[in-house]
């Protein structure tokens, strides 16, 4: 009988290995038969797959529309790398609940209203010569007028400003060439400085505007102070884009709606959608921004809450302000890389009109006017300055631009297709199906001076049929596409799970430096120093009337303090720093029902204020799974009920009592640990670690942990010389546990050095 069983596992398990083998050795072909896979696929995903480790040629920036954030992936695997946090609270980064962090929130109040959301549209790199140079990022909020700034150190958002004089924008963020200023014009028209009065007096009391926000790279902030705008008619401005190269020193917005309608449908008037597209042309704005600045700066300007307006006549004076006609409803305007042209996509237009900068500054040198608007603005002769008009299908929208020179790709919104064209000779080369009404597409670098070519991102609106049923409300599709060849390949479709994407830009990958830790003890919102910050070893708990403040640490697996008493009422703020320095040695901090959460990177501090108004026994712990003994990374807030006359001690006391046979086995494992570790340590000694930055950083870690551990083995040996088996036998185990984490950061250096193929190195 047992025989029998014992061959029938035999059988069993041989069966197994026979199924494993099989599958094991299932080849390219097999695989595309059961996945139903053709050739060109298998191309397409030779092109995206990233084998594990490695690394994305271009990261890409995708506004997250509604969310308030901004999503950041990788290109080509599309592989989604963050979500950044900018005018909306994100948990798992503390954004919106650390202390510091909801002051940069509290900066996009708007007239003193708190505003936990945004509508992000346009993010823009910072750039150097018209080139991303990876420092700093911008975003704006269609929905509340506010521009935010971002480092792409830490990317982490460091700045909130509003538009002190729009209630709506769109035309944000487009940078100019050093990043001097950075771009948002207005969208529907409103009473400038958000003021009131009746739609009957639309054409004189509303108006639009475009702010050029002043910003300051060596405090990585906007300067509020030194930043003007213009007032503009209330045409319904749109997108903008700033000159380049030639046209260096102007900016280009378009708009739609030059009607001026105002809608009424309830009092059976036609829709805004169709007063707003009755008549064939609405207007580019060409603004010389650059002498703008220095009409600001001699302070010909009105007041409006205390910023800088430029009124439009005094623009119109002094020749900062002029309009060309553009085809029935533009959206896009994008300057060419080389600066020489600016490309206008008509939703209701088959045609992209290509503007030459060239024919268009030579019409405003020679005073060349066709007419002037109603408001004295002078409109030059459309037909004068156009370079091509070339025809692409329907519903033109955004362009982007090639590496090669001349090409450009627009999407078509209503036909769902991409179109590249040569834009010098106004020929079209290719088109490309996309899944579907794309709004914006990018492609690498693709608005910069020097695109690098290469990938186009389809940004579509709609993913109707192309996922996995998810509900009603899909997620958004952004199509790969492979641009490199003269036809152009569609190579992957990614959902994307998160708000609206309106625009994205990328930037190749060498170009970004972020850091890896943050300086011991950094207000990373602020990037400066926290004054909360202490080392280990100085923290305390600070008591007034009324009010306990606790500054403490985190690393691998403790909080201290541990143990934190308080009495009902009294405000309470933690201020905690991460003491690590070892790569993603991330902590989380949260009290259980009364706040959180922290997120708290190697190097910074956080704090969490909250008022202790309900007495109870509280938990808190950390919220990242970050060692072994994550779980035991725990502690107590104790909120004393009001009037409770302290009888009973609140301090720790020992449940479990440890006697000397207790100390002694726990200090021979001890000794035993320190035998493994000492010859982990000497195989590390015996190579060229040293040529590894990796293995340097976790070098430097575990030699962190091990003087950690000699401080445990120190008061391990204290308590012991008095006798004191309890002390002794916890604080030998605190010294373990600096052992097993010094191990296992040995065991990880020894593993990446045998696959790196480090070598031995005579002693
Ligand atoms: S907009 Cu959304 S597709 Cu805000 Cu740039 Cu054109
Ligand atoms: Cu620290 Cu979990």
New binding site residues.
């Given amino acids: 009988m047992r025989s029998i069983l014992k061959t029938s596992v035999a059988v069993a398990s041989l069966v197994g290995w026979g199924t494993l083998s099989v599958s094991a050795a299932e080849n390219l072909a097999d695989v595309m038969k059961r996945r139903g896979l053709s050739q060109k696929d298998l191309l397409a995903a030779a092109k995206t797959y990233t084998p594990t480790g490695g690394r994305d040629e271009f990261v890409v920036f995708s506004s997250g529309g509604q969310s308030g954030q901004i999503m950041v992936y990788g290109v080509p695997s599309m592989r989604l790398l963050k979500y950044i946090a900018v005018f909306t609270p994100e948990p798992w980064q503390g954004f919106g609940f650390d202390d510091e962090s909801k002051k940069i929130l509290d900066q996009g109040k708007i007239d003193g209203r708190e505003i936990r959301w945004g509508d992000t549209h346009h993010p823009a790199l910072s750039e150097t010569n018209g080139k991303p140079d990876g420092e700093f990022l911008f975003i704006n909020d269609k929905a509340n007028p506010r521009v935010a700034v971002v480092s792409l150190h830490d990317f982490e958002t460091q700045q909130i400003v509003v538009n002190p004089i729009l209630q709506s924008e769109h035309g944000g963020t487009f940078v100019t060439p050093n990043s001097e200023y950075v771009i948002e014009a207005a969208q529907y028209p409103g009473v400038l400085g958000r003021g009131y009065a009746p739609l009957s007096e639309f054409n004189d009391k509303f108006r639009g505007a475009v702010t050029y926000w002043k910003f300051d790279r060596a405090k990585g902030r906007i300067d509020v102070e030194k930043s003007f705008s213009i007032e503009l008619p209330p045409y319904t401005q749109d997108l903008a884009d700033a000159g380049k190269g030639p046209s260096d020193g102007w900016s280009f917005i378009n708009s739609f709606c030059a009607e001026r309608y105002v809608g009424g449908i309830e009092q059976g008037r036609p829709p805004f959608e169709a007063g707003c597209s009755a008549n064939d042309a609405d207007y580019l704005h060409v603004i010389n921004w650059k002498k703008a600045a220095e009409v600001a700066a001699a302070g010909k300007t009105t007041k409006i809450n205390g910023h800088d307006v430029i009124p439009m006549k005094t623009a119109i004076d002094e020749g900062l302000l002029f309009l060309i006609a553009e085809p029935k409803s533009p959206h896009g305007a994008d300057v060419t890389p080389d600066g020489k042209y600016i490309i206008v996509g008509g939703k209701l237009d088959t045609n992209v009109t290509v503007y030459s900068w060239e024919k268009i500054k030579a019409a405003i040198d020679a005073k060349q006017f066709a007419s002037k608007d109603p408001y004295g603005i002078p409109i030059l002769d459309m037909k004068q300055v156009i370079h091509k008009q070339v025809q692409l299908g329907l519903g033109p929208l955004h362009t982007q631009y090639d590496s090669k020179p001349c090409i450009a790709y627009t999407s078509l919104y209503v036909d769902s297709q991409v179109a590249k064209y040569d834009y010098c000779e106004g020929k079209v080369l290719d088109k490309i199906s996309v899944h579907y009404n794309i709004g914006h597409l990018m492609t690498m670098e693709g608005d910069s001076a020097a695109p690098a070519g290469k990938y186009l991102v389809a940004l579509n609106k709609l993913a109707i049929d192309r996922f996995n049923p998810v509900g009603p409300l899909h997620p958004q599709n952004h199509q790969l596409i492979d641009i490199t060849g003269d036809k152009m390949e569609l190579l992957y479709d990614m959902p994307v799970p998160l708000g609206e994407p309106h625009y994205a830009a990328a930037i190749a990958t060498d170009k970004l430096k972020p850091l890896i830790r943050y300086k011991y003890g950094t207000d990373s919102r602020t990037g400066l120093d926290s004054p909360f910050a202490v080392r280990p070893g100085s923290e305390k708990i600070v008591r007034e009337p009324g009010k306990v403040t606790v500054f403490g640490t985190?690393?691998?697996?403790?909080?201290t303090p541990e143990i934190v008493e308080v009495n009902e009422g009294d405000e309470v703020t933690f201020h905690i720093t991460n003491s690590e320095r070892a790569e993603d040695?991330?902590?989380?901090f949260a009290v259980s029902t009364y706040a959180g959460n922290l997120s708290?990177e190697p190097g910074k501090t956080a704090s969490l204020t909250f008022k202790a108004d309900r007495p109870g026994a509280f938990s808190f712990?950390?919220?990242?799974?970050?060692?072994a003994?994550?779980?035991e990374?725990e502690g107590y807030l104790m909120v004393k009920p009001k009037g409770l006359v302290d009888q009973v001690s609140a301090k720790a006391t020992d449940a479990v009592t440890y006697t000397k046979a207790d100390f002694d086995k726990q200090y021979k494992t001890n000794l035993d640990t320190q035998t493994v570790i000492d010859s982990v340590v000497k195989y590390i000694m015996s190579t060229n670690y040293k040529d590894f930055p990796t293995v340097v950083a976790l070098v430097e870690d575990a030699v962190d942990q091990l003087n950690f551990a000699k401080e445990s083995r120190d008061k391990t040996d204290d308590a012991a010389k008095k006798g004191d088996w309890q002390q002794g036998t916890l604080w030998a185990n605190q010294w373990w546990q600096y052992q097993v984490k010094a191990a296992d950061i040995g065991l990880r250096v020894k593993t990446y050095l045998e696959e790196h193929g480090a070598k031995t190195v005579a002693k």
């Fill in positions: 985190a690393i691998r697996s403790h909080f040695e991330t902590h989380g708290l712990y950390c919220t990242e799974f970050c060692s003994l994550h779980l990374m």
